[in-house]
């Protein structure tokens, strides 16, 4: 079975940047839709970037599009989310998370990672 674990969180002042990373096991990831969500304190966890099972296509949140690139790499098993420009309003937990299609709505999510935190703050 396909297990997902993310790192790359941490603290990081406005402005600044930080890599996530979400690790696959279990199954080749090649097979997988990938998505990126996030859930502050208090607000409903929202999907914020996709990428198709081979790459080709990704999709990104109106919140974050233009500062956070999301990627992949099939034959590592790996899926980053390059997080630029961040803001306090990006403080959250953030979940990778895989859907056994080559494309995938945020609706369609089977497989989740524990979560890494990510603090904008100065």
């Known amino acids: 079975q396909l297990q997902l674990v993310e790192s790359g969180g941490g603290l990081v002042q406005p402005g600044g940047s930080l890599r996530l990373s979400c690790a696959a096991s279990?199954?080749?990831?090649?097979?997988?839709?990938i998505g990126w969500f996030r859930q502050a304190p208090g607000k409903e966890r929202e999907g914020i970037s996709s990428i198709s099972s081979n790459g080709g296509s990704t999709n990104y949140a109106d919140s974050v599009k233009g500062r956070f690139t999301i990627s992949r790499d099939n034959a590592k098993n790996m899926v980053t989310l390059q997080m630029n420009s961040l803001k306090p309003d990006d403080t959250a937990v953030y979940y990778c998370?895989?859907?056994?299609?080559?494309?995938?709505?945020?609706?369609?999510?089977?497989?989740w990672g524990q979560g890494t935190q990510v603090t904008v703050s100065s």
């Open positions: 998370a895989a859907a056994p299609l080559e494309e995938a709505s945020f609706s369609e999510y089977d497989y």
């Open positions: 279990g199954a080749p990831l090649a097979y997988y839709a």
